[in-house]
């Protein structure tokens, strides 16, 4: 995507969060923010609508529980690497060609397996466990056997490999001040953004979310695009958002008005946060953004579920630090 020369960028994680007990079923101000919070979070995209139930997590966390093992490649590469070691002499060349034919077969079984694998990943999604501490983040993904630490204060991230145990260590820019101007200008920016008709907002009312009291928001609307915006093709349109918020703050989400018009549209086609669309600096627990398009490939629902919400008024920092027992490894 081509850019405009910008500003200082503030960037604004994916996955945090904020929580304390006792909320209402009314639009309170946020309820001030417990020293921890752990989360888990499911993120996926639904080639087809419609959207899961809002309260689907528990069932969406088990099917992606139950995902077989990713396919191994190791056979694969074994086979290739006996093409090369006998092709290495006059003697063994000629057993080169069946050998090809074998491995060739090692691949196109192994391609099968991982095509089904992602297939059934897409379906079930991302599972990603999340700690929050003011602005220090641990992301995990387990499918990955991989997570990253943000460290603002000390102006460094963390991305380690719990499999090999080693990290991998990079210098983040220093925060911009609170007052500092921040945006960002692209080329989606130039995008015209025409509706058939205003969005139309309606209340659906409170919902509990494991153990937490959500209110909820679905959004109607219709428009065209010019050009492409994030995931979404230029061209007609039919978006339909569930939104349910809680009385939560989210720590990493200003408060402030609703997003309305072509600023929640862009948002919805190329989302930059996990923030409430209608409720600005509060937590969000579940969210579907569906597309519906002229074209059949262009219809999705973005999902975003967050469910296993814990508190503390304590922090252990080492949830935010590299183990000892993690070697470092050179960047790439």
């Known amino acids: 995507m081509n850019t405009r020369p910008v500003k200082r960028i503030k960037f604004l994680p ?5 929580v304390w007990q006792g909320l209402s079923a009314g639009a309170e101000p946020a309820q001030e923010p417990a020293d921890l919070l ?4 499911i993120g996926r995209v639904h080639i087809k609508p419609p959207a899961p139930s809002p309260d689907s997590f528990a069932t969406d966390a088990a099917r992606i529980a139950s995902l077989p093992a990713m396919p191994n490649s190791k056979a694969v590469f074994a086979a290739f690497e006996a ?3 006998l092709g290495m002499t006059p003697i063994t060349a000629f057993a080169v060609a069946p050998a090809a034919v074998a491995a060739n077969v090692a691949l196109k079984a192994n391609q099968a397996q991982i095509t089904e694998y992602s297939q059934e990943l897409l379906n079930a999604g991302i599972m990603t466990h999340v700690w929050v501490h003011r602005d220090w983040t641990r992301i995990e993904i387990p499918a990955l056997r991989s997570a990253a630490i943000t460290r603002p204060d000390l102006g460094a991230a963390y ?3 719990l499999t090999k145990h080693t990290y991998r260590e990079t210098r983040t820019a220093v925060p911009a001040s609170q007052n500092e101007e921040t945006y960002v200008v692209s ?5 015209k953004i025409t509706f058939d008709k205003p969005p139309v907002h309606t209340p659906l009312g409170v919902m509990t979310l494991g153990s937490f009291a959500a209110r909820g928001f679905r959004t ?4 065209t695009l010019s050009a ?4 979404c093709s230029g061209g007609r349109h039919v978006l339909s958002e569930v939104e349910y918020v809680t009385d939560l703050a989210d720590p990493q989400a200003s408060a402030g008005p609703p997003l309305e018009g072509s600023k929640w549209v862009r948002e919805a086609c190329m989302p930059t946060s996990a923030a409430s669309y209608r409720e600005p600096g509060r937590l969000v627990l579940f969210r579907s953004t569906a597309f519906t398009g002229e074209m059949a490939g262009a219809d999705f629902v973005n999902v975003l579920e967050r469910g296993n919400l814990r508190t503390s008024d304590r922090t252990d920092a080492s949830v935010f630090t590299v183990p000892a027992n993690f070697t470092k490894v050179d960047q790439k």
């Open 220 to 223: 109607d609307a219709t428009f």
């Open 38 to 41: 752990a989360y888990d979070e």
């Open 14 to 18: 994916l996955l945090a969060g904020i």
């Open 228 to 231: 492409l915006i994030g995931w």
């Open 83 to 85: 093409i090369h070691a």
């Open 159 to 161: 991305f380690l490999d």
């Open 187 to 191: 080329a989606a920016d130039d995008v």
